[in-house]
C-alpha cells in the first residue's frame, strides 16, 4: 500500500518533469527525495544540490561544492528550479517566510526573506507545504517574500518576463497556477482525501475543473527506488503523516 508521504514523494519529483539540464534545489526531506526520483527516472539531466552550496550524488552524498557566486549565476540565467517552503502563501502564489504579523511588531520571527525574491523573478519556482491549514494557505501573506502572479504582474515586464511558479504540493494534494488571473488551481488529491477537505483546510477560494483527479500512482519500481534506494530508513514519515 502507499503511503500519504509517497504520493508526496512522487507529486515532488512531478516538479521537476520535463526540465532538462537544470539545478534541482529541493529544500527538506521530501523535495529531496522527490529530485532523486526524479532523476533516477524521468529527468536524468538534473543536477542535484542540498538546496544551499553542495552538489550531490544520487543518495545525497556531497560530491562537489558549488560557490555561491557560481550559484547566483545559475539563478540569473534561469537554469535552477527550487522547491522551497513556505510558511504563508495565497491564491496567487505570494510566500512568506519572513515573519507573522504586523512588520512593525511581528507576533513570530521566520527565517526571513532570504533568497525568495531573487528566485522567484529569474527562475522556475515551485512550494511544498507538509502540513496543509488556512493558517498557510491565505487570503493575504503578512509579508512577501517570494513574488506571486499579481504582483510580478503589476511590476511589469521586467518582473514577470522570467517568473513561474510550476507547482504547489502539499500534504493534501497538488496545486499550480492555471486558475482565473493566474490564481491557484487544485490539480489533484491525494488518495484518501477530499475535494471538499482541501477547501476547509484553505482560506481562499481555489479553482477546481468540474472533477479533480487523484494524485497518479507510482510504479513499482518507482515505489521500490523510494522504500530501497532514496529513503531506506523511512525519514519520509517522519515529515508526512499517514
Not at 491549514?133 to 493575504?140: C, G, T, W
Request: with cysteine.
Amino acid at each position: 500500500m502507499t503511503s500519504r508521504a509517497e504520493y508526496c514523494v512522487l507529486a515532488c519529483a512531478e516538479a521537476w518533469r520535463g526540465d532538462g539540464e537544470v539545478l534541482a534545489s529541493p529544500m527538506g526531506p521530501i523535495p529531496s527525495f522527490g529530485a532523486r526520483l526524479a532523476k533516477r527516472t524521468f529527468s536524468p539531466d538534473l543536477l542535484l544540490t542540498d538546496g544551499e552550496a553542495m552538489l550531490v550524488g544520487l543518495d545525497g552524498t556531497v560530491e562537489g561544492w558549488l560557490p555561491y557566486r557560481r550559484h547566483l549565476t545559475m539563478v540569473t540565467g534561469g537554469r535552477r528550479h527550487v522547491m522551497m517552503g513556505a510558511s504563508q502563501i495565497d491564491r496567487y502564489g505570494n510566500q512568506n517566510i519572513s515573519c507573522i504579523g504586523d512588520w512593525e511588531r511581528p507576533s513570530r520571527q521566520l527565517l526571513g526573506v532570504r533568497g525568495a525574491p531573487v528566485n522567484t523573478l529569474n527562475n522556475p519556482v515551485s512550494y511544498w507545504v507538509p502540513r496543509h491549514s488556512p493558517r498557510v494557505f491565505v487570503e493575504r501573506v503578512d509579508m512577501v517574500s517570494g513574488v506571486g502572479y499579481d504582483r510580478a504582474a503589476a511590476a511589469g515586464p521586467s518582473a514577470s518576463r522570467f517568473h513561474r511558479l510550476p507547482r504547489v504540493v502539499s500534504d493534501l494534494g497538488v496545486f499550480d497556477f492555471t486558475g482565473p488571473g493566474h490564481s491557484m488551481r487544485l490539480v489533484s488529491v491525494h488518495p484518501g482525501v477530499t475535494v471538499e477537505q482541501v477547501r476547509a483546510a484553505t482560506g481562499f477560494e481555489l479553482a477546481t475543473g468540474e472533477e479533480v483527479p487523484y494524485t497518479r500512482e507510482p510504479t513499482a519500481e518507482e515505489l521500490r527506488l523510494i522504500r530501497e534506494v532514496i529513503d531506506p530508513k523511512g525519514l519520509r514519515d517522519r515529515e508526512v503523516r499517514g
